[in-house]
Each structure stands twice: as C-alpha cells, then as structure tokens.
C-alpha cells in the first residue's frame, strides 16, 4: 500500500484513551501516560498511533506523529462502506455493515471516532469481546484495509481464471 503524504491534507484529531502507567522500581513506581490517537481527514484517509511520555501532552504528540506516518486510504461509497466486513486484531472481532442514509455512526468508543475522522457517515459497527480501546481501533482500521470494490474483485477473478485456463492447456 502506498504511503500517504499527510502534509496537504487537512487532518482531525480524535483521543481515543489515556491511561496512566507505573513502573515498579528499586525506589517506589515510575509514572508515565499512554494515549491512543486516530487522525483522518473526512474523506478516506485514516491512522491511528500510540504514544507514550511522562506528561499527557508530550504522550498525545507522540500519537499524533505515528498516526500520520502509517495513513491509509479506505474505500467509501456513497458516504458509507461498499460491503460488510469482518476483523480481527487481538481479541477484538469488529462486524462492520454499510447502513442507508441517514442512518449515522452507529458504533461505541474507538471504533465510532475512527469511522468520524475517516469520512465514513452510515455504518454500522459492533465490537465483539474485549473492550481494550487500541486493540478495537486496530481490528476497525484492518477491516476497512480490507475492504474491496466490484471492479477490483472481478479483475482479479478474470485474471485467476484466464491464468487456470492457460495452465491447463500447457499440460494437456
């Protein structure tokens, strides 16, 4: 996949979580912050980072900064997703359905804010098992990776099959 400049682009900044984490150590427990960012810009292109610091901001900067670097373009139609999807990352399933108009961002925590900020306005999502918040965002962005339309799934039919045709007529 192509990586994406997000220099021209006008991107928008969800936080997903913050969560406060300790170190144990000889003296006492190290405290430190991770946050889990989603940026996008509305139409198709979307990234989600994990940062980690000693203070909040520095933490949401750092997520800010890997979101940009791994930016994907998703396939949309008409304001909503071509098919339904299923996704697993962790123990996280995601059922992802396209939805009419109207309808709106039916879906909870991580995986609404990154249907928000990738443009996507009629989808229904519904998170399946656990509930950690970067593991139900990454099992979203797999799925809309993995979405296809019509014209690529028969181009690559036709290309399998002229290819199985070809193969058996060598043997014969």
């Avoid at 150590?25 to 979307?46: E, I, L, M, T, W």
């Avoid at 940062?51 to 900064?65: D, H, L, M, T, Y």
């Avoid at 998703?74 to 909503?80: C, N, Q, S, W």
């Amino acid at each position: 996949m192509a990586r994406i400049d997000p220099k021209g682009l006008n991107l928008k900044e969800k936080v997903i979580s913050i969560n406060r984490v300790a170190k144990v150590v000889k003296g006492g427990r190290r405290f430190s912050f991770s946050a889990v960012v989603v940026v996008g810009d509305g139409s198709g292109c979307v990234g989600v980072g994990l940062g980690k610091a000693k203070e909040v901001p520095e933490a949401i900067r750092k997520a800010v900064e890997q979101a940009k670097r791994v930016l994907i373009k998703i396939l949309l139609k008409d304001g909503t997703i071509p098919h339904q999807i299923t996704a697993k990352y962790g123990a996280v399933n995601v059922v992802m359905k396209p939805a009419k108009q109207g309808t709106g961002i039916i879906a909870g925590g991580g995986a609404r804010a990154v249907m928000e900020v990738a443009g996507v306005h009629n989808v229904v999502v519904k998170a399946i098992g656990s509930h950690n918040p970067l593991n139900a965002v990454k099992a979203t962005i797999e799925g809309l990776k993995n979405l296809r339309d019509l014209e690529s799934i028969t181009k690559r039919r036709i290309r399998v099959e002229n290819e199985q045709k070809t193969g058996t007529d060598e043997n014969a």
